[in-house]
């Protein structure tokens, strides 16, 4: 059994993806070819944002959103301590300190009735994530961004690209949305690839150029950029995996309420909640194993039945970022970290490898309390 089912995937867009990289080999215009523009028209499309601006990679999405946004040395950026670890390298990274805010222990996505106390006259931005495919409370972080003088917010959708929040589409809900087509992620590329969406005209005219070493024109540097460039190859994918994409929506969906109809009643195990207004694309279906997570993990994997922990331990736990934790911790996200535990999703899961893990998962559960 795969976590991530990306054989399935591909063998049933074989002819789609083949024809699309071999367009790209006849044509050789392997860097910002005529794939790229088509891909960022779709993809702006498909997310109701004026523009997209396509990058290498969903942590270069991020990157490139904070310098288009003016942020540098000692600017503060709020953020979760719950994420994977690009979040708060891309701000650290250009000399701004992360300030960690708790996250909500049953959505797992920022708290944002606790951000407002974060707030300094430092603050220049709330870059909230939208954790296992549904988005965070992207009203209330921009209302509180507009409160306190138009606050940029970027909203990391690494995990929820094609997900709804009151009818919108995760990456158009912000000043910047950002996110990635790492392989295993909904739309995924098959290797490094990641998007910004804005409605701003100046900001997106700004991440074209910082992609592209700052360049408005060859060999005209207006800005300091980088080499973050999402290549043709990898755009041609993407384009190919476009067209079954809202088939693949529908099945995560069908799946996830499959998984939290047949794990509802589980004692010693609980699930997310979905809010209202909002739905989920499952980038990972995970659960709340109350004891023994490691040993219901090791039970699984003697069934052939592979998990995965997202995310092990939070930012501000870890030596990288420990100089940024918050005094009074984040106990939240503390606690989901010791008991989060992820299991195979993909919209080509099989209906009979489904019920095999929740019966694994029924019994490890139960053999561990």
């Not at 296992?132 to 961004?145: K, P, R, T």
């Not at 606690?335 to 095999?356: F, I, K, R």
Request: hydrophobic share 45%.
């Amino acid at each position: 059994m795969q976590f991530t089912d990306l054989k399935a995937q591909y063998a049933a867009l074989k002819p789609r993806i083949d024809a699309r990289i071999q367009q790209v080999l006849d044509h050789g215009q392997y860097i910002m070819g005529p794939e790229v523009a088509e891909l960022e028209a779709a993809l702006a499309a498909f997310a109701g944002a004026r523009h997209c601006v396509t990058v290498a990679s969903g942590t270069e999405a991020l990157l490139i959103a904070l310098m288009a946004a003016g942020i540098g040395a000692g600017d503060e950026v709020i953020t979760s301590p719950f994420t994977f670890a690009a979040t708060a390298e891309t701000i650290v990274l250009l000399g701004a300190v992360p300030v960690f805010v708790d996250i909500e222990p049953d959505t797992c996505n920022i708290d944002a009735s606790r951000i407002e106390a974060a707030i300094t006259p430092r603050t220049k931005a709330i870059m909230p994530v939208s954790l296992y495919g549904q988005v965070a409370d992207m009203d209330e972080i921009n209302a509180i961004a507009a409160r306190h003088g138009g606050l940029v917010v970027i909203e990391d959708a690494a995990q929820s690209f094609g997900a709804r929040y009151g009818g919108r589409r995760s990456g158009g809900l912000s000043t910047f949305g950002a996110t990635s087509f790492f392989p295993s992620k909904p739309l995924g590329c098959y290797g490094d690839g990641g998007a910004l969406f804005t409605d701003d005209e100046a900001l997106a005219q700004a991440a074209r150029e910082i992609r592209v070493h700052g360049q408005s024109a060859r060999y005209t540097h207006t800005r300091v950029g980088v080499g973050g460039r999402m290549d043709t190859l990898q755009c041609a994918v993407v384009l190919a995996k476009l067209e079954r994409f809202e088939w693949e929506l529908a099945q995560r969906a069908r799946l996830g309420a499959a998984y939290r109809a047949a794990l509802a009643d589980v004692p010693g195990l609980a699930l997310t909640t979905v809010r209202e207004g909002r739905d989920c694309v499952w980038a990972q279906f995970t659960v709340f194993i109350e004891h023994g997570r490691d040993a219901v993990a090791a039970a699984l994997k003697q069934q052939g039945i592979p998990t995965a922990v997202h995310y092990p331990k939070p930012l501000h736990r870890q030596p990288a970022y420990a100089a940024y934790a918050p005094a009074a911790g984040c106990r939240h996200a503390e606690q989901a970290a010791a008991t989060v535990l992820s299991l195979p999703m993909s919209a080509d899961l099989s209906e009979a490898d489904q019920q095999a893990v929740v019966a694994a998962l029924r019994a490890a559960v139960a053999a561990a309390r």
